[in-house]
């Protein structure tokens, strides 16, 4: 592989977490779950990791390039998803160092234009059994699961390989939650 | 350029957040187009907005403290100053980021970034023959129904950057979305005519 292969590649999964980090922060908050917050803390590491690579590898291909100078955007991209991933820790934050939440976190974390909630995955419910390739949530209904809890355990980021269990609870950011609280099985209230 | 003192602003804490929240969320999405397409407007309307955050910022944080009635309360809202200051950094990045495209120093690479990240961002030019056109981005629900989320529309020379719900859409518009890859093409297929009706219709 190339440098630049492994740069865009470092980039593309830079972009992709710190994306996810910043909704994985806001739900921590809002269940008040350290779980949450202690993976967002861990991706912030992971975050350095790969804002250093970029900025060695980047370094390395300078070498070679009759302008270096243009690989500064490439060095300004992964600090702006450093940065993004920083003030996603920032938030998480609030939960490692034991701050209450205030109740009105909740609430607003329902009322902005993407919803981020959570659903039970009930039993007789269609998402049993599928794999999220199969289900296509984001298409489909415009929801990204960013995490699954199965019992005591979260698989974060779940792949396409990843199936729905009974009992799964699923925590995502959506369009419209209740959409996929119907599909869990889950009872919604209908609003009008 | 407004005066910022005379633009209007939500008047309580929760409503301010939560403009504050989609205001970022946009801004990140608007840089991101800004820079797939170099389109310099695009980028001064986030740097525009980045100031509408800090004005947001700025009375959040002056009600959150009139709102504290005693100690519990007061720490309780530490957590949704943080959060909101985390807001802020994350619209920093984003003006950082559409700063890149009016200094015009972008490497082809980043382009290549934000087309191979799970949500890209899209263009999607609609048809005289869609089902899109004459609906209101409220009727279609694009992020429900699919899992596009609509962050602006050209429309002639004219940019409408974050359409509000009742925007019709018209023939010629150009949709300039956030979504999977998959989700784009599905939108695409819907607004070249090729898909006549809407997944829940």
């Known amino acids: ?192 | 350029m407004e005066e910022w003192d005379e633009v209007e602003v939500p008047d309580n804490v929760k409503e301010i957040f939560v403009d504050m929240k989609n205001t970022a969320e946009l801004m990140v999405d608007l840089a991101y187009s800004a820079v797939l397409f170099r389109e310099k407007e695009i980028a001064e309307e986030v740097l525009e907005l980045e100031e509408y955050l800090d004005v947001l910022n700025y009375h959040l944080m002056v009600r959150s403290v009139l709102s504290a009635r005693n100690l519990r309360d007061a720490e309780r809202i530490t957590s949704i100053l943080q959060m909101a200051h985390s807001i802020d950094e994350i619209s920093n990045a984003a003006a950082d980021l559409a700063k890149m495209v009016l200094e015009e120093k972008l490497h082809p690479l980043v382009t290549e970034v934000i087309l191979e990240s799970e949500e890209t961002i899209g263009k999607v030019v609609v048809s005289p023959e869609s089902m899109l056109v004459g609906k209101t981005l409220d009727a279609l629900d694009l992020s429900t129904n699919t899992g596009v989320w609509v962050v602006a529309i050209r429309r002639g020379k004219r940019w409408l950057f974050d359409p509000d719900e009742d925007t019709k859409v018209m023939p010629g518009d150009i949709i300039i979305g956030r979504g999977t890859r998959t989700a784009l093409d599905y939108l695409k297929e819907i607004a070249r005519g090729i898909i006549k009706v809407m997944p829940n219709e």
């Open chain 1, 1 to 192: 592989m190339s440098e630049y292969d492994e740069i865009r590649a470092c980039l593309v999964e830079m972009k992709d977490l710190s994306a996810l980090m910043i909704d994985l922060s806001f739900s921590s908050v809002m269940y008040n779950s350290e779980d949450i917050a202690e993976e967002v803390y861990l991706l912030e590491e992971k975050m350095d990791d790969l804002t250093l690579k970029v900025k060695r590898l980047t370094l390395r291909a300078a070498k070679g390039e009759e302008d270096p100078e243009s690989l500064l955007s490439i060095i300004d991209l992964a600090d702006i998803n450093e940065r993004i991933s920083d003030a996603a820790y920032g938030i998480a934050d609030i939960i490692l160092r034991d701050i209450e939440p205030h109740p009105i976190i909740k609430e607003i974390m329902e009322d902005t234009e993407e919803e981020l909630g959570r659903a039970t995955v009930k039993s007789g419910s269609v998402l049993i059994g599928k794999s999220l390739a199969q289900l296509k949530l984001p298409s489909k209904i415009g929801t990204r699961i960013l995490a699954i809890k199965r019992g005591d355990r979260y698989i974060y980021n779940p792949g396409k390989e990843d199936t729905v269990e009974e009992g799964d609870v699923l925590i995502a950011v959506s369009s419209d939650m209740d959409k996929l609280r119907k599909l869990a099985g889950e009872e919604v209230e209908e609003e009008e």
